[in-house]
């Protein structure tokens, strides 16, 4: 089953999480049509992307989606994993060429040096005018060098954008989709997770830039950059969480895994999320959402669908689930005052 592990270090600014998803994670691969499975190092980059979306969605308290994704001049010219607050999560890829044998994200991405990296956050409950966060990284690293590894593009996105010393250890196959955070806090020992509660706001949660109110802190500009390299624990701390190899973290359980890293350590664990609390495949995809879709692409273009082919169907990428739109379906939708499918339009290519 997939579960999620939460711990802090005693008396240190640093923090950790651990995620496997298992169960879930193969219901993923499993939505694709047959013949159309993923080439497996595409997967494994979904994978890991899932693996991340998680665990930076349960690293913050944030009521909206988490939305992660990587595109530019490769192969691969869009992979996109999404986290809800509740942690469930879905994951898909858009490939128009083929992906060699070995390729690393640079060849699947990053061909010729246009791939981006963006993380979104977009709140369920929105103020009038207010519009999703959005930070984009390039893949490539301060000296321009191409990152190869989604992990080492997340490490750079959250030193860059938000000032946080990060670690991230990343892998994913066919069964399991893993990843181990460690992240630098701006406070010392009890002032970490729930040690939080009643020590006050730290200075990013308390000085968020104009139209950023409600974003987690790491949505928010911080006066938290004067730290960055500096922290020996969490250099101690990264350095132990670098040595954990991708087989390591993809067959060996999270207890032996931390005993294995941390032996050394303190660590304080919280109680686990597994079963019903635990990360879990879910699409937010739905016939409603679909109708508003077809609304926005107009009548006329409805219509010319419907004469062509006799109906309008819709595929959802992430769960493979398939709407069917005949001529007296469009005609409702299209009707004033009629009771048609309301919502907003799901990623669907």
Known sequence: MSELHKFLFEG????????????????????REPGQEYP???????????????????????????????????????????SQPDLSFRATAKCVGAVEPGATLEA???LRGQGRCAITLDPKDKFPGQQPYQGVVPLHGDQREPLQKMSEVLEHYMLQSEQLDTKLVL???????????????????EGNLEGRRGAGPS???????????????WGQRSSNEDDIGLSDAFNRISILAGTLTAEELLTLDADTVLRRLFW???VTRFEPLTGTAAPRFAC????????????????????????????????????GRHYRFDAVDVGALFTPGSDHPGGHSPTMQ
Request: aromatic share 2%; proline share 5%.
């Open 108 to 110: 699947m991405v990053n």
């Open 40 to 82: 497996p190092e595409l997967r494994d980059l979904i994978g890991e992307m899932s693996a991340a979306a998680v665990l930076m969605q349960a690293n913050i308290k944030f009521n909206g989606a988490l939305v992660l994704q990587v595109f530019g001049d490769g192969p691969v010219k869009l992979a996109v994993a999404e």
């Open 284 to 319: 937010t995809c739905s016939r409603e959402r679909v109708g508003q879709m077809l609304l926005g692409l107009g009548r006329e273009e409805a219509d010319s669908v419907l004469a062509e082919r006799g109906e309008i169907e819709v595929g959802c990428d992430f769960c």
């Open 264 to 266: 050394e350590e303190t």
């Open 203 to 217: 200075p990013a949660e308390s000085a968020p830039l104009a139209g950023q109110a409600g974003l987690p802190a």
């Open 171 to 189: 892998a994913a196959n066919g069964e399991v989709a893993a990843g181990l955070l460690i992240q630098r806090l701006p406070v010392e020992g």
């Open 12 to 31: 240190l600014p640093v923090r950790g999480m651990l995620v496997r998803l298992t169960d879930a994670w193969r219901e993923v691969l499993a939505r």
